[in-house]
Each structure stands twice: as C-alpha cells, then as structure tokens.
C-alpha cells in the first residue's frame, strides 16, 4: 500500500473532522497490514476510544468502561501494558503472536506498538508518567497462548 | 499487501461463519442440546429464585420456572424486555455508551435487527419458544445465488453474483479433477469403476460438456446464468454465458465467499421473526408481566447458607440502593459487566468470568426511497459479501416488492474494523456505511434517507457483542462458569458451546435451572 505511514497519518486527521471520501484504501481503515504502522496516538483513536471514549473519558452502563483520564492505577506501566496484551474483565486482547489473528478477528499490535499506546495514555488525558516503557520491557511480560485465537 | 494477505483478508471479509469458528474454536459441529420441553416437576413448595437479566436465557428461566411453582422475580437493565434480542423501529431512541442518542427515523414497519438476526432451524430451543409465544416466522435468506460477491480488488471493483462465481468455481474445479481422472493421476485412490462414476458425477456437479471441459454451454448457463435468458415466443432462444477464467476466480478470492450456506448454521431453512427479531423479547417480557422489574441496576450480589442477596439501583429515580431476595440466583449478567460486580463466588468462578473477551460487532441499518435492490438489481432478500470495511450487506428478506421505501442492513462488521466503526460517533458510522456501500450500489446516494448504527461494545447493557472462547479458557474456565456455585448459577450465550447464538443462551439457562432445581428440591423446602 502507497504512501501508508504517511496516508495513517492523514486519516487520524480527517477522523476527527469526518467526511473522509471512501474507497477501498481507505487509510481510515486498517488491514493486518497497514495496523502495523499505527502509532500509539493513532492506536488510541482508531481502536480504544471505541471503549475508553474521546479524551479517555469512560463511560458507565450496567458496567463501566474505566476512564483513563488521571487514572491512578496507570501508576503501574506494567498494569496497562498487561491490560492491552491480555485484556481485562471482557477486553479483547492484542497480545496474542502475528499472524495468529485475522483481519475481521481481534486485532494484534506489536510490543512495539503496545509500548507506544501504554506511554501515549500514561502522558495524557492528566496523566504524566514521565518514564517511557520500551518494546524490550512488554517483550519481557507474558503474552496470551500462541494458539490463542486463528484459522485453524 | 502480499498476495496471501489479500486473499487471506477477502476471505476472512467473506466467510460469513469464519468468524464464529475462529473465535468459537470448539463446538459448532454439535447440533442443539435441547430436547424438547424440560421437566421441573416437584418444587419446594416456596422455594424462590432472583433471576438477573431479561434476555432470552433470563426470560427463558423465569419462564420455566415460574411454571415450575417457583417464585420468580427477574431484574433488569434495560426498560424493556429482550437484551440483544432486540429491534429498531421508527420512532427508537436509542443512547450508547458515551452518551450519543440515535432516533430511529424509519417509516412504518420498517426495522433493523441490531443483534440476531436469523434462527436455523436445528436451533430447537428457539424454534420451542418462537411457537409457544406465537410469533409469526418468515424464511431467512441465507444464501441468494442473486446478490453479490464483492472484491474492491478484483473484476473492476464490480460486484459479481454468487451464482456466476460459484457456478465457474465449481465448473473449473470438476473440469480439473476430470482431466487428472483421465490422466489416471488419481489411480490409487480410484478404482477403474469408480473412475467412470467420479467422471460422471464431475460431469454433473460442474456443469461440463461432453468432453468433460467447463466451457460456455447450455449446462453451464443453466448454472451460472444465461446472457440471454430463455422466453417465450419469436424472441425465446437463450444465448448462453461465458464463464469467467479460473485464474481470475481465484485472484479475486471470492471463491472464499462460495461456502458460505454449507456450514451448519447456516444451512436452510432459516428463519426470522415477522416483524423483527425483537418480536421473541417483548411477547417474553409481556408474558412475564410484572415479574421483571426493569431499570434495575446490579451493584452487589452476595449469597449466605440460606439465600442470595442482590443490591441495585432504580436507573429511572436513583434514590438509596434497594434489595431483591431469594432462595436462588440465575445469573444471566455479561461477563463484562459481572466481573465489576461484587459478587462472593468462589476464585474458579471469578476468575472465569474474568477472562472471556467479548467481541466488536457493528450493525447498521439504512433507509432508502425505494427498494433499489430489488427493482434495479432483482435481489429479493439474502447477503451481499465484500471485502470493504461494511463487510455485509443484508437485504430485507420480507416485504418484497411493496414499493415504498426499504431498510437494509447496511453493515455487519466484526473484528478490527469493528472496533473502528465503534471508535467513530454513530452519524459518522452512517456515512462511511453510506459510502462504502455505494461502490457497490451505486444508488445509495441518491436514494439514502437516514440510518442507525450500533456499536455493540457500547451498548450499556453489554460492553460487546458476546463472550469469545478459545481452546485454552474453554479447557481452563469453562466448566467452573457453568458450575452452580453455592446458591448461584450462571447462564447466556457466553456459558454455551452456541456462542453468539440465542440457542446458546436457552440451552445453557435450561441447563443451569435444570441442575438449580435439582439441588432445590434436593434441600427441601427448607432450602
């Protein structure tokens, strides 16, 4: 795909303003292969705030979706990163290996990825976590079984 | 994109079903557990349960055993009856998560179902309880040799019609089998006789000529369809069709989109509630009556040797807490939800009901001036498959040929793009459905008048689409969710081997009960 890093980039724009003219290439939507170039600002509009809402602002129903604004637990960058790698009381997972997922299946980002969106939510929304949390450090935390979720 | 990833993501985009076997790993080849009503007979005399969710397992239970001579109260969320089973009309107002409201501005009669949408027909709990409340079925569509399958990435972009890609797929792949059988590449595995059946039966199947070879022909428009239907009179003769080449089928992958009725819940006969699927959820709650409490918010659920107390809020007058108390409790609560309830289960059952991921799924329904569908394009009902971002697009399997206006569902999405629908607002859902789909209808933009789009992870009464399980929690937790715990059992789609499937929450609230009663009359009226 032409221009991906550069097309993502464009399309979390336009995300926010709407009236993205459609077609198949679309940069708003990702594939397996174009999820790989999100960046954890991107990540956060295209895939969290489905949940976690605008802002990290949650929300509440029957159950809640935690607001991630000024969140004390996101003292912990091992609490979050496990979060997104494993899920948590009905979050899907995204740690689960390559290649293991489909595009209509739950969706996986790298370590790198995961890296980059626990320290996007850690530095904003109120939050200031100033320490960055590397690729090496998620490598190191446990992933989700290999044969988790796939075609068989 | 490499060619394996393309083929590999229209196929994923096609297989209606692959997503519930790849999320569903175990269990979709086993037909319906139930067998038929279920016996209760022999309850304590006072014996109570506190059922907690009207869906279709809450309202199932209370149902049973209400009959049964329990006493039954059932608290609910929502302000009406149904949970997922449920339908949007003109008039709906509808607020998700994030406090976006929907008004469903569809004219009369006109629906879309967020949630389920079909019933097979070996789903005998359904079709059990569809009869009891009488309500009307009508054939679903599954499969229409007359919509579409759609690669953005082949054939021009130009949808095709299941019946030429399937007839052409099926035709190629007998012509090839055919030549290997002549070839004796098979001889082996075919005996000299039967290679004279299989070369008769490939004949058959694939529509080839004389010389075994899948040519333009009058057998093979008689499957894939003529250029020139046959008619009546001075301008009746048919002028045959020519098959699209086999490269061509399988660089385009909508070959993955042929299988798509063959699996088993998807076979025919389908059906679907006259007037929406919602119809099963209110006759159940008018049928309950003024069991179900609604707006009933569960904050604490907590059980002792005599009974189980659960603590909620009135979400329509918020004042202090109240309580509901009985005997026993059934449990149809989502799993997103019951983990953030405070509930003293034992660490096996938490821990299980902590660790099933629900799925994104995205509906949308869209109105439009006239049933285009239908009066340009001759699709009466069925399933149109691409691999845009929209995924399906479900034509309204009744109504045909009223004239007016028509709602179709305009979206069924999953997965990742799923949650990228959800992450938008629902007018901006609308409009990229809009727009999709017109690369495939091209009328959609003349013709569009207003649309709903739900976003099952925010649907509050939810937080998803229904409980994915896979091989290892399945082996780890399922059964410590299914067990009766103390005085508390659980049940929904989530505690079956049905996934995603109503049939799946009947049969695992009749399972539940089933085993609840047994204790219950085991204890006594003591209990």
């Given at each position: 795909m032409r221009n991906a890093a550069l097309g993502l980039a464009i399309g979390a724009v336009l995300l926010l303003i709407g009236g993205l003219r459609a077609d198949a290439d679309s940069p708003l939507f990702t594939s397996r292969a174009t999820l790989g170039s999100l960046n954890g600002e991107q990540i956060y509009a295209h895939i969290c705030q489905g949940c976690h809402m605008p802002e990290g602002?949650?929300?509440?129903?029957?159950?809640?979706?935690?607001?991630?604004?000024?969140?004390?637990?996101?003292?912990?960058?091992?609490?979050?990163?496990?979060?997104?790698?494993?899920?948590?009381?009905?979050?899907?997972?995204?740690?689960?290996?390559?290649?293991r997922g489909m595009d209509s299946g739950p969706a996986h980002l790298s370590d790198a990825q995961i890296a980059d969106v626990v320290n996007y939510v850690r530095s904003h929304f109120g939050n200031a976590y100033k320490a960055e949390v590397t690729a090496a450090e998620v490598s190191a935390l446990p992933h989700p079984a290999a044969e988790l979720i796939g075609p068989q | 994109m490499s060619r394996r990833e393309l083929l590999r993501m229209i196929g994923a985009a096609a297989g209606g079903s692959a997503m519930y076997q790849a999320m569903n790993t175990l269990g979709f080849a086993a037909e319906s557990p139930y067998r038929g009503p279920i016996d209760l007979q022999g309850a304590p005399r006072g014996a109570s349960i506190l059922i907690l969710g009207a869906g279709m397992a809450g309202m199932t239970a209370a149902y049973e055993l209400r009959n049964a001579g329990y006493k039954v109260q059932v608290l609910e969320y929502n302000a009406r009856a149904g949970g997922r089973n449920w339908t949007l009309r003109g008039g709906d107002r509808y607020t998700e998560l994030g406090g976006h409201t929907q008004q469903c501005e569809f004219d009369k009669d006109l629906y879309i179902n967020p949630g389920p949408w079909r019933i097979p027909y070996h789903h005998h709990g359904m079709m059990h309880y569809t009869k009891l409340l009488g309500i009307p079925l009508e054939p679903f569509f599954q499969v229409n040799y007359n919509a579409y399958l759609h690669s953005s990435r082949a054939f021009g972009g130009k949808p095709q019609r299941f019946r030429e890609i399937k007839a052409d797929y099926h035709g190629h792949i007998a012509e090839l089998l055919a030549k290997a059988t002549r070839q004796n590449s098979l001889d082996a595995s075919v005996t000299k006789e039967d290679q004279e059946m299989l070369l008769e039966s490939l004949r058959q199947w694939g529509a080839l000529d004389s010389n075994y070879?899948?040519?333009?022909?009058?057998?093979?428009?008689?499957?894939?369809?003529?250029?020139?239907?046959?008619?009546?009179?001075?301008?009746?003769?048919?002028?045959?069709?020519?098959?699209?080449?086999?490269?061509?089928?399988?660089?385009?992958?909508?070959?993955?989109?042929?299988?798509?009725?063959?699996?088993?819940?998807?076979?025919?006969?389908?059906?679907?509630?006259?007037?929406?699927?919602?119809?099963?959820?209110?006759?159940?709650?008018?049928?309950?009556?003024?069991?179900?409490?609604?707006?009933?918010?569960?904050?604490?659920?907590?059980?002792?040797?005599?009974?189980?107390?659960?603590?909620?809020?009135?979400?329509?007058?918020?004042?202090?807490?109240?309580?509901?108390r009985a005997d026993w409790c059934l449990c149809t609560i989502p799993l997103p939800i019951l983990a953030q309830i405070s509930m003293n289960v034992s660490q096996s059952m938490a821990a299980a009901i902590s660790a099933v991921p629900y799925a994104a799924a995205i509906k949308a329904g869209l109105q439009f001036k006239r049933r285009f569908w239908e009066e340009d394009e001759k699709i009466y009902g069925g399933i149109t498959y691409t691999d845009l971002p929209i995924m399906n697009i479900g034509y309204p399997n009744t109504g045909f040929q009223s004239g007016g206006k028509g709602v179709l569902l305009g979206a069924y999405i999953w997965g990742m793009r799923a949650m990228e629908f959800t992450a938008m607002s629902p007018p901006e859902r609308v409009q990229k459905v809009v727009d999709y789909g017109s690369q495939i209808h091209p009328q959609y933009h003349q013709e569009f008048e207003?649309?709903?789009?739900?976003?099952?992870?925010?649907?509050?009464?939810?937080?998803?689409?229904?409980?994915?399980?896979?091989?290892?929690?399945?082996?780890?937790?399922?059964?410590?969710?299914?067990?009766?715990?103390?005085?508390?059992?659980?049940?929904?789609?989530?505690?079956?081997?049905?996934?995603?499937?109503?049939?799946?929450?009947?049969?695992?609230?009749?399972?539940?009960?089933?085993?609840?009663?047994?204790?219950?009359?085991?204890?006594?009226?003591?209990?």
């Open positions: 602002r949650g929300a509440v129903g029957a159950g809640a979706y935690p607001k991630l604004a000024a969140n004390k637990n996101f003292i912990s960058w091992r609490f979050v990163a496990l979060t997104v790698l494993d899920g948590r009381n009905g979050m899907p997972p995204f740690g689960f290996p390559a290649g | 070879a899948y040519v333009s022909s009058d057998a093979s428009s008689d499957r894939r369809g003529y250029d020139k239907n046959p008619g009546g009179g001075l301008s009746a003769r048919p002028v045959a069709s020519k098959p699209v080449a086999l490269h061509e089928i399988l660089d385009s992958g909508l070959w993955s989109g042929v299988a798509n009725g063959d699996n088993f819940d998807m076979q025919t006969a389908l059906f679907q509630p006259a007037g929406g699927m919602g119809r099963i959820g209110e006759a159940f709650g008018k049928e309950l009556g003024p069991l179900v409490r609604y707006n009933a918010k569960v904050t604490d659920i907590r059980q002792d040797d005599r009974g189980v107390t659960v603590t909620f809020t009135d979400i329509q007058s918020p004042g202090a807490p109240q309580t509901a207003n649309g709903v789009a739900v976003a099952w992870h925010r649907a509050p009464f939810t937080l998803g689409c229904f409980g994915m399980w896979t091989s290892t929690t399945r082996a780890k937790h399922y059964d410590n969710l299914c067990q009766i715990d103390g005085r508390i059992a659980l049940a929904g789609e989530h505690a079956s081997f049905i996934g995603g499937w109503q049939e799946g929450a009947v049969t695992s609230a009749l399972d539940a009960i089933g085993r609840l009663h047994q204790r219950a009359v085991a204890q006594g009226a003591a209990a």
